[in-house]
């Protein structure tokens, strides 16, 4: 029997309590749905995996295809507030209603000939997803990864490019114990003769390994494309092609002219296909954007929103917020997803903070607030550091506001409903009253 709802929120709830079991461990089960559904690109695709920087990748990619006058289909996971952000065709969000049709067109396609085809909440909402993709007349679709690659449901479809940002340890019960083991699923998304764009410095061998066996036209940083700069202005060169003199990228962080020299790469591999203008490109550059990467919202005090949520991600945040120069205090409100290494968060960017707020989060897959603070309580050895328990991020953020001094800075981090939990009525604009000298 299939089902229908009135409401985009009726289908999630939906999705998520479907919790398929035997679910074989390979793409089948999505495949066999999509070819139910007709579905496919007819338009270039490129495919994102990596640890960290896959949304600002994304977002770089999005900014210079429009400014360069193209149609595009950008789908990145998870979202920060409404489900819709996920799907954002010609920079604006989907609307709910095409999402429900292409749910309920899911729904018929699993459920053919009376045989129920089990799909994850990921699985379901992504073949959704591409659907709706396919009903749009788009130049240029851009696929994040959601987990891994290799078995990552975006993975049915076919690839134009592979851009593999950093591979690092993150979701290691499903991914594998080890950089080697989780490079070989990110490796996953790589086609034969298809440029396969690897902006890690470092990549693991098991990267290289596999973009041999498979064939692909590997760009590695350092090899077939570098970056060179200075504090004004920044280049990068690669297979006959150079750009000079460019403005430093709009989305904040040092790590982020690491994603952009990707993403330029990218964009070269694909110039006979989707040729791009100098101006395109630098204007794109300059106009991306995107909430909650080390976003920096002016006011009494300094608010900073960052899904850094492993630790190579915390070690970056760690490195940007130090540039930022000096605050009297920092101050921050911390929510994490209970698979996250929090000692290695934790004992990175503990030595700049000086109040945390731990929060619960609204999912049964996140730490307590009173288990982060366990946590940090075992490791911390400053003894002029404090901590508080909140029910949700608004009211943590709340409490650091009431404990802040204009020159302060809060910084808002750990998961994406952290972050989302703050940004769920707009964009906060803090205003603290100065607190009494002693």
């Known amino acids: 029997m299939t089902h229908s709802f009135q409401t985009l929120n009726e289908w999630l709830v939906y999705c998520e309590q479907l919790h398929p079991t035997a679910i074989d461990m390979t793409l089948e089960r999505v495949r ?23 949304g600002s990748t994304c977002a770089m990619l999005e900014a210079i295809f429009l400014q360069a006058g193209y149609r595009t289909g950008v789908y990145t996971s998870p979202h920060l507030v409404d489900f819709e952000e996920r799907l954002r065709l010609n920079g604006a969000s989907v609307d709910a209603t095409e999402l429900m049709a292409s749910f309920a067109s899911v729904e018929r396609a699993r459920c053919q000939n009376d045989e129920l085809i089990s799909l994850t909440y990921f699985e379901f909402s992504t ?8 009903h749009h007349t788009l130049d240029v679709v851009v696929l994040e990864v959601g987990l891994g690659g290799r078995l990552d449901a975006v993975n049915i479809i076919e690839p134009d490019c592979a851009i593999i940002t950093s591979v690092d340890l993150d979701h290691m019960a499903l991914l594998g114990s080890d950089r080697e083991a989780i490079g070989y699923e ?12 690897i902006s890690d410095p470092v990549p693991p061998q098991s990267v290289l390994d596999r973009a041999l066996e498979v064939g692909a036209d590997v760009w590695r940083v350092g090899l077939d494309f570098n970056v060179s700069g200075d504090k004004q202005q920044w280049a990068w060169a690669g297979r006959g092609r150079r750009y000079a003199g460019m403005a430093y990228p709009s989305l904040r962080g040092a790590n982020q002219l690491v994603n952009a020299a990707g993403v330029l790469a990218a964009l070269v591999a694909l110039r006979e296909q989707l040729p791009v203008t100098a101006q395109a490109l630098r204007c794109g550059l300059l106009s991306a954007e995107l909430p909650g990467r080390f976003q920096i919202v002016p006011g009494q005090p300094t608010l900073v929103l960052d899904v850094a949520h492993n630790p190579h991600a915390v070690a970056a945040l760690t490195a940007n917020l130090d540039a930022m120069g000096f605050f009297p205090t920092t101050h921050a409100v911390f929510g994490a997803m209970a698979d996250k290494d929090l000692d290695a968060m934790l004992a990175r960017i503990g030595p700049i903070i000086d109040k945390w707020y731990f929060t619960d989060l609204p999912t049964p897959r996140a730490f307590s607030g009173a288990a982060l603070l366990a946590q940090w309580q075992a490791q911390n050895k400053r003894t002029n550091v404090t901590a508080t328990l909140h029910a949700d991020p608004e009211s943590a953020l709340q409490a650091a506001l009431a404990g802040a001094d204009p020159a302060d800075r809060i910084v808002v981090f750990g998961s994406f409903f952290t972050v989302g939990g703050v940004l769920k009525d707009g964009t906060p604009r803090l205003a603290a009253k100065h607190l009494p000298t002693s």
Not at 37 to 52: R, W
């Open 32 to 54: 066999t749905v999509a070819q139910r559904m007709a579905i496919s690109m007819k338009c270039p695709v490129i495919t994102v995996a990596g640890t960290n920087g896959k």
């Open 127 to 134: 073949l959704a997803i591409l659907d709706v993709m396919r």
């Open 186 to 197: 990110k490796a996953g998304i790589m086609r034969t003769g298809k440029p396969a764009i």
